[in-house]
C-alpha cells in the first residue's frame, strides 16, 4: 500500500505559476512511475505528466512547454512545476503511483486558475 500526500495548489492568476508536491509513503526509488493527473468539474481524469524510474518523462500535449514534472530522490518527493497557467488548467490534480503493478492516488489538490 502507498499513500500520496499533495500539497501546493491554491488559486492564482491567469499566466501565473504554481508548484505541486507529492510524497509518498515509501522510497520513491521502489516506485516504478510516478505522475499528475487532473480532473475538471463534469470532465474525466488526464494525464498531465509522468515520471519513470529511469527519469523518463510524458506529458499531455497541453502542458507541454509549461509544465515540469521532476523527482528529488533526497526529499522523496515529485514535483509538477506550472507555469503560464490557464482558465483552463483549472481542476483537481491528483498525484499518481504505479508500484509492484497497482495504481496508488492522493486525495487531490484543486489548482484553480482565474481569469
Known amino acids: 500500500q502507498v499513500q500520496l500526500v499533495e500539497s501546493g495548489g491554491g488559486l492564482v492568476q491567469a499566466g501565473g505559476s504554481l508548484r505541486l508536491s507529492c510524497a509518498p509513503s515509501v522510497s520513491i526509488f521502489v516506485i516504478d512511475v510516478m505522475g499528475w493527473y487532473r480532473q475538471a468539474p463534469g470532465e474525466q481524469r488526464e494525464l498531465v505528466a509522468t515520471i519513470a524510474k529511469s527519469g523518463t518523462t510524458n506529458y499531455a500535449d497541453s502542458v507541454k512547454d509549461r509544465f515540469s514534472i521532476s523527482r528529488d530522490n533526497a526529499k522523496n518527493a515529485v514535483y509538477l512545476q506550472m507555469n503560464s497557467l490557464k482558465p483552463d488548467d483549472t481542476a483537481v490534480y491528483y498525484c499518481?503511483?504505479?508500484?509492484?503493478?497497482?495504481?496508488?492516488w492522493g486525495k487531490g489538490t484543486l489548482v484553480t486558475v482565474s481569469s
Open positions: 499518481y503511483a504505479r508500484f509492484l503493478n497497482t495504481d496508488f
